[in-house]
Protein backbone atom coordinates (compact mmCIF):
# COMPACT_ATOMS: atom_id res chain seq x y z
CA UNK A 1 0.00 0.00 0.00
CA UNK A 2 1.05 3.40 -0.82
CA UNK A 3 1.70 5.53 2.47
CA UNK A 4 -0.98 8.42 3.84
CA UNK A 5 0.50 11.54 2.37
CA UNK A 6 -2.88 13.35 2.89
CA UNK A 7 -7.13 13.10 3.30
CA UNK A 8 -9.57 14.97 1.67
CA UNK A 9 -10.06 16.32 -1.85
CA UNK A 10 -7.59 15.40 -4.34
CA UNK A 11 -9.05 12.73 -6.31
CA UNK A 12 -10.98 14.29 -8.98
CA UNK A 13 -8.68 17.15 -9.57
CA UNK A 14 -5.65 14.97 -9.65
CA UNK A 15 -7.36 12.52 -11.48
CA UNK A 16 -8.96 15.58 -13.91
CA UNK A 17 -5.31 16.21 -14.17
CA UNK A 18 -4.01 13.37 -14.81
CA UNK A 19 -7.04 12.67 -17.62
CA UNK A 20 -5.67 16.17 -19.38
CA UNK A 21 -1.87 15.91 -19.41
CA UNK A 22 -2.28 11.50 -19.91
CA UNK A 23 -0.83 9.21 -17.60
CA UNK A 24 2.82 8.56 -17.67
CA UNK A 25 5.35 7.01 -15.19
CA UNK A 26 2.50 5.81 -13.35
CA UNK A 27 5.10 3.51 -11.47
CA UNK A 28 6.79 5.27 -8.81
CA UNK A 29 9.84 7.11 -10.05
CA UNK A 30 13.32 6.07 -9.15
CA UNK A 31 15.50 9.09 -7.82
CA UNK A 32 19.03 8.81 -9.30
CA UNK A 33 19.96 8.00 -5.99
CA UNK A 34 17.75 4.62 -6.21
CA UNK A 35 15.20 6.35 -3.13
CA UNK A 36 11.48 5.57 -4.60
CA UNK A 37 9.63 9.08 -5.20
CA UNK A 38 6.10 9.05 -4.62
CA UNK A 39 3.90 9.82 -8.21
CA UNK A 40 1.22 12.04 -8.07
CA UNK A 41 -1.17 9.16 -8.90
CA UNK A 42 -0.17 7.88 -5.38
CA UNK A 43 -0.43 10.52 -4.16
CA UNK A 44 -4.22 11.24 -5.22
CA UNK A 45 -5.16 7.81 -4.08
CA UNK A 46 -3.62 8.50 -0.74
CA UNK A 47 -5.74 11.05 -0.43
CA UNK A 48 -9.01 9.29 -1.54
CA UNK A 49 -8.41 6.35 0.77
CA UNK A 50 -9.43 7.85 4.08
CA UNK A 51 -9.90 4.83 6.05
CA UNK A 52 -6.41 3.58 4.72
CA UNK A 53 -7.34 0.44 3.94
CA UNK A 54 -5.30 0.55 0.40
CA UNK A 55 -8.96 0.94 -1.64
CA UNK A 56 -11.08 3.53 -2.60
CA UNK A 57 -14.57 2.52 -1.90
CA UNK A 58 -17.10 4.73 -4.22
CA UNK A 59 -18.22 6.65 -0.59
CA UNK A 60 -14.59 7.66 -0.45
CA UNK A 61 -14.65 8.58 -4.64
CA UNK A 62 -18.15 10.72 -3.92
CA UNK A 63 -16.83 12.47 -0.57
CA UNK A 64 -13.45 13.16 -2.42
CA UNK A 65 -15.45 14.08 -5.87
CA UNK A 66 -17.77 16.44 -3.96
CA UNK A 67 -14.05 18.24 -2.28
CA UNK A 68 -13.01 18.49 -5.24
CA UNK A 69 -15.58 19.13 -7.11
CA UNK A 70 -16.42 22.81 -4.66
CA UNK A 71 -12.61 23.51 -4.52
CA UNK A 72 -12.37 23.69 -8.57
CA UNK A 73 -16.20 25.77 -8.55
CA UNK A 74 -14.35 28.69 -8.17
CA UNK A 75 -17.29 30.91 -8.30
CA UNK A 76 -19.68 29.30 -6.52
CA UNK A 77 -22.11 28.50 -8.89
CA UNK A 78 -22.91 24.73 -8.54
CA UNK A 79 -21.10 24.12 -12.00
CA UNK A 80 -17.43 23.47 -13.67
CA UNK A 81 -16.31 25.78 -16.86
CA UNK A 82 -13.74 25.06 -18.66
CA UNK A 83 -12.03 28.00 -17.12
CA UNK A 84 -12.23 26.65 -13.96
CA UNK A 85 -10.41 23.51 -14.75
CA UNK A 86 -6.49 22.67 -15.45
CA UNK A 87 -5.92 22.26 -19.59
CA UNK A 88 -8.14 19.85 -20.73
CA UNK A 89 -9.05 17.74 -23.42
CA UNK A 90 -12.29 19.22 -24.96
CA UNK A 91 -13.37 15.70 -26.15
CA UNK A 92 -13.79 13.87 -22.23
CA UNK A 93 -15.23 17.36 -21.16
CA UNK A 94 -18.01 17.02 -23.91
CA UNK A 95 -18.32 12.98 -22.49
CA UNK A 96 -18.82 14.31 -19.30
CA UNK A 97 -20.84 17.13 -20.64
CA UNK A 98 -24.34 14.96 -21.71
CA UNK A 99 -26.53 17.64 -21.65
CA UNK A 100 -23.77 19.87 -23.66
CA UNK A 101 -24.73 22.93 -22.18
CA UNK A 102 -20.55 23.95 -21.99
CA UNK A 103 -20.32 23.18 -17.89
CA UNK A 104 -20.09 20.24 -15.96
CA UNK A 105 -22.82 19.86 -12.99
CA UNK A 106 -21.64 17.36 -10.02
CA UNK A 107 -24.42 15.31 -11.04
CA UNK A 108 -22.50 15.00 -14.56
CA UNK A 109 -19.14 14.75 -13.00
CA UNK A 110 -20.53 11.64 -10.80
CA UNK A 111 -22.32 10.21 -13.14
CA UNK A 112 -19.17 9.95 -15.24
CA UNK A 113 -16.84 8.81 -12.03
CA UNK A 114 -19.50 6.10 -10.80
CA UNK A 115 -19.13 4.60 -14.30
CA UNK A 116 -15.90 4.93 -14.25
CA UNK A 117 -15.31 3.03 -10.55
CA UNK A 118 -17.65 0.36 -11.60
CA UNK A 119 -15.69 -0.08 -15.37
CA UNK A 120 -12.35 -0.29 -12.90
CA UNK A 121 -13.39 -2.45 -10.26
CA UNK A 122 -12.28 -5.65 -12.22
CA UNK A 123 -12.62 -8.06 -9.34
CA UNK A 124 -16.08 -6.26 -8.37
CA UNK A 125 -15.26 -6.21 -4.67
CA UNK A 126 -16.39 -2.47 -4.41
CA UNK A 127 -13.59 -0.82 -4.32
CA UNK A 128 -10.63 0.19 -6.21
CA UNK A 129 -6.74 -0.94 -5.83
CA UNK A 130 -4.16 1.73 -6.89
CA UNK A 131 -3.88 -0.43 -9.54
CA UNK A 132 -7.40 -0.79 -11.00
CA UNK A 133 -7.54 3.45 -10.43
CA UNK A 134 -4.68 4.13 -13.00
CA UNK A 135 -6.05 1.40 -15.09
CA UNK A 136 -9.01 3.47 -15.44
CA UNK A 137 -7.67 6.99 -15.31
CA UNK A 138 -5.28 5.43 -18.35
CA UNK A 139 -8.43 4.03 -20.64
CA UNK A 140 -10.58 6.93 -19.25
CA UNK A 141 -8.10 8.93 -21.09
CA UNK A 142 -7.25 7.27 -24.36
CA UNK A 143 -3.88 5.70 -23.06
CA UNK A 144 -3.06 2.35 -22.83
CA UNK A 145 -3.30 0.18 -20.19
Do not use: C, Y
Not at 41 to 66: H, K
Amino acid sequence: MVGKLGKSGWLVPALALMAAVGSSGIALAQQSGGAPEVSFEAVAFDAADTDGDGFVSEAELTRDAAHGFATLDRNGDGKLAPGELAPHDPALFKKVDVNSDGVLTFEEVMTNKVRAFKLGDKNQDGGLSFEEMVEVVELESGGAS
